[in-house]
């Protein structure tokens, strides 16, 4: 996914131009985990213990608002997958509720955020009630801290031309920096992360994880959730580790038989973010078609940028558009085998698909050759030392960060009711995979240019901005974060107008959520990838401890 930026150059190592080599090697394919204090069998067993205990909490919950927070609660430990019915029936409940007698922001707020989250829309003029004659929020709801809280990440699910929501989120925040250092934990550490990035916009894996440790010590937790959550995780991270293991032994196939030493190895890292777009049980197949798709296009990307001439590359372009294996003769002996392992990888996916998934690869297969003509573009601009405005350089790179091929292959997690749907949808490139790509690519530019990552005459979007405006790097990257902005807003919208494909949406919308963890602090972690280690090792390597 992570473009790094160079330009089509001589033949250069991974070192000459700055890659890390991978920190993980054959970590995953010889690590065996202590063996738990429990079996796994006896884990389970207690987790569907468990999971019926929460079902029955919420047939006895005392009430819609109470059945709400419960609902809160297991998103934020990330067990909600395992009560969609249950959470289904409260968002109708939600929906047909009025709480316009309510007094409590923390209510309103997240009653907010949950139908707006679910593609329910749901009128910002349900906070008027806690503004004055004035028309400014009173001073008396800031006694309420988690209310104040949950306003701030509510109103990150605006749209464009909500002046009141805008208004609300720099009230919100404005509130929550002042009283920062006053607040106990863990309410204080989770006020601190939301200053940083405000829920609605954070990778929820990673939130899950640190708040599992955080509703421990919330006052009045319930230890039914808390059990499962670390339960969940656990179990779920044996699951992991097994496809850790199997997917680094295709890439020690993959990269052997390709035989590219220019090329950045960041399987383990593709992989994650395979897996923080979908976690859950169930989705194996999928979260390995996704790290293939991620290790392709970064194969890809490194190929294109740093080792191939131009003619090459057309060569190599013209060779994906064939899509048979006529197409090696085209190529220069180094590239044979990539191209090769590229129509094998494809035919091996179509070769495991089960019968009763209804996934046609052709759409997957288009998106890689439409994605190479990206790359070409930007080879050709490269060669003639073309500097592209703006509008060009982001229509290109939009989607050569790999967006349209990453949302296609997600669309394999689709129920079968709309799978055929799905994937016609995203294999037109409607505004939502286009504004997940403009997320992912500002954020990735933005990183290359604050860490000089920029190599040759490949222009970043930041620097094509500079260049046209006549503007210095931190007015570039302001009016881009700007433009981030507007994309939130746009996905955002999404989720109203198609209330059918919702559940393809949401996967989308993960991409871009995806971003607060691998652009984090205008840091490029795919490609630095030292600063995602201790990240990988919590996710993969330790067990939530129970107490």
């Known amino acids: 996914m ?9 033949p250069e190592t991974k070192e000459q131009l700055g890659f890390e080599p991978s920190s993980w090697g054959d970590f995953f394919i010889a690590y065996e985990p202590p063996p738990p204090k429990r079996s796994e069998e006896w884990m389970i067993a207690r987790a569907e213990k468990l999971k019926g205990d929460v079902s029955l909490l919420f047939k006895t919950c005392n009430g819609t608002t109470t059945r709400m927070f419960l609902v809160d609660t297991l998103q934020h430990l990330g067990i909600d997958h395992h009560f969609d019915e249950q959470i289904h029936d409260l968002l109708n409940e939600l929906l047909e509720s009025d709480f316009s007698s309510s007094s409590s922001l923390h209510e309103v707020a997240l009653r907010f955020c949950l139908l707006r989250e679910n593609g329910h829309w749901v009128s910002p003029d349900v906070f008027d009630k806690y503004k004055g004659e004035d028309g400014s929020f009173r001073k008396d709801i800031t006694n309420d801290p988690k209310g104040i809280l ?22 919100a925040r404005q509130h929550l920096v002042s009283v920062n250092g006053s607040l106990q934990a863990p309410l204080a550490k989770q006020v601190k992360r939301a200053i940083h990035r405000a829920l609605p916009r954070a990778c929820r894996r990673v939130e899950a994880l640190q708040y599992i440790s955080e509703y421990e010590e919330e006052e009045g937790h319930n230890q039914i959730l808390l059990e499962l959550a670390k339960l969940d995780f656990n179990l779920l991270q044996h699951v992991h580790l097994k496809e850790l293991k199997d997917i680094t032994e295709w890439w020690k196939h993959f990269s052997g038989f390709i035989d590219l030493s220019f090329i950045r190895d960041r399987l383990v890292e593709s992989y994650t973010w395979a897996y923080v777009l979908y976690y859950e049980k169930g989705f194996e197949l999928q979260r390995s078609i996704t790290t293939k798709m991620i290790v392709l296009i970064t194969t890809l990307d490194d190929t294109y940028d740093i080792r191939a001439t131009i003619e090459e590359c057309r060569k190599l372009h013209e060779a994906i558009q064939r899509w048979d294996k006529t197409g090696v003769s085209l190529l220069p002996e180094y590239l044979k085998k990539l191209y090769i392992e590229l129509l094998r990888t494809f035919e091996n996916i179509e070769v495991e698909m089960p019968v009763n998934v209804n996934y046609d690869t052709a759409y997957l297969k288009k998106a890689i050759q439409n994605h190479v003509t990206g790359y070409l573009q930007e080879a050709e ?142 840091n490029d972690v795919y490609t630095d990838s030292k600063h995602l280690h201790k990240t990988i090792k919590s996710l993969f390597v330790k067990p939530v401890l129970s107490g």
Not at 2 to 10: D, F, L, R, V
Not at 153 to 168: D, F, M, S
Not at 459 to 486: K, N
Request: charged share 20%; hydrophobic share 40%; with cysteine.
């Open 2 to 10: 992570a473009s790094s930026s160079h330009a089509a150059a001589t």
């Open 150 to 171: 949950c306003l701030y990440n509510a109103t990150h699910l605006l749209i464009h031309g909500e002046p009141k929501l805008e208004e609300a989120m720099c009230f």
């Open 381 to 522: 601009w490269c060669h003639t030392k073309h500097k592209p405005s703006f509008k060009n350089q982001v229509n290109v790179t939009s989607l050569t960060i790999g967006a349209p091929t990453v949302c296609l292959s997600m669309m394999a997690s689709m129920d079968d009711t709309i799978m055929k749907r799905a994937l016609e949808w995203v294999a037109g490139v409607p505004n939502v995979v286009i504004g997940a790509g403009k997320i992912v690519r500002f954020m990735n530019d933005i990183a290359a240019y604050e860490n000089r990552k920029c190599k040759g005459d490949a222009a970043s979007s930041v620097e094509c901005y500079i260049h046209e405006y006549g503007v210095t790097g931190e007015v570039a990257i302001a009016r881009i974060y700007e433009l981030i902005e507007d994309e939130w807003r746009t996905l955002n919208k999404a989720r109203f107008e198609n209330h059918a494909l919702l559940p393809a949406l949401k996967r989308i919308i993960g991409l871009a959520l995806s971003t607060s963890l691998f652009y984090d602090n205008r």
